[in-house]
Every structure is written in C-alpha cells, then in structure tokens.
C-alpha cells in the first residue's frame, strides 16, 4: 500500500481545510486508517483514526469536535476535515494504515505499517 497526501497550507486561525490521503494498492477499506501530526521539534502525535472495523472514529482531545476522519472506500482515500483550526495546529500532517491494528492501540503509531509523507499545515494571521 502506498499513500500520498495533499491538502496541507497556509490558513487564519478560525479557518478550515481538508486533507486527503489517496491510497494505491490494495484496498484499504478494513485497515485502521489515521491521521498523525508533528510540530518542528516535537514528538509525533496521534490526530484521528478510524478503526479497521469502520465503526468507530478515535480523535486526540486536542482535536475532538473541530476534525473529522472520513473514508471514501471508492476513491479509496481517507480525508481529515479540519475546522476552527487553531496556531497550534501546525505541523506536517502524516496519514497511515495499519492492516493489523487493533482497537486498543489505534492511537499508537507503531501499530501501523503504512505511511504518507507529510503535508504542512500552518495556521497563522
């Protein structure tokens, strides 16, 4: 699986934009898909995820209620919704896939094999 991100810029604090992460390769439908960010300087971070069984939706505290993970099976790509977006939401912005990855560890980004190059992300006026 090989996967290519795109959407990142610049934005106002307040503002939105909407990553896409378009995967190639096998389908990624039952994979756990997510979403990692990481500042200059700064650990990588969990953002979002959405589990392999597509039931449920995982977000940081940081993010819940202004992000949004979603899944077009059919262009197989994961998009990341990003709303009332904040200074400190800037970073390069990673997705990832994860054919084994189970429940409980979906916020840990060594239970997935799969990773995007980033896209920047700067939040600023």
């Known amino acids: 699986v090989q996967l290519q991100a795109s959407g990142g810029g610049l934005v106002q604090p307040g503002g939105s934009l909407r990553l896409s992460c378009a995967a190639s390769?096998?389908?990624?439908?039952?994979?756990?898909l997510a979403w990692f960010r990481q500042a200059p300087g700064k650990e990588r971070e969990f953002v979002a995820a959405r589990t392999r069984s597509g039931g449920s939706t995982i977000y940081a505290d940081a993010v819940k209620g202004r992000f949004t993970i979603s899944l077009d099976n059919a262009k197989k790509t994961v998009y990341l919704q990003m709303n009332s977006l904040k200074p400190e939401d800037t970073a390069a912005y990673l997705c990832?896939?994860?054919?084994?990855?189970?429940?409980?560890?979906?916020?840990?980004?060594?239970?997935?094999?799969?990773w995007g190059q980033g896209t920047e992300v700067t939040v600023s006026s």
């Open positions: 990832a896939a994860g054919p084994r990855t189970i429940l409980s560890n979906t916020r840990n980004r060594a239970e997935y094999d799969y």
């Open positions: 390769g096998r389908t990624i439908g039952n994979y756990a």
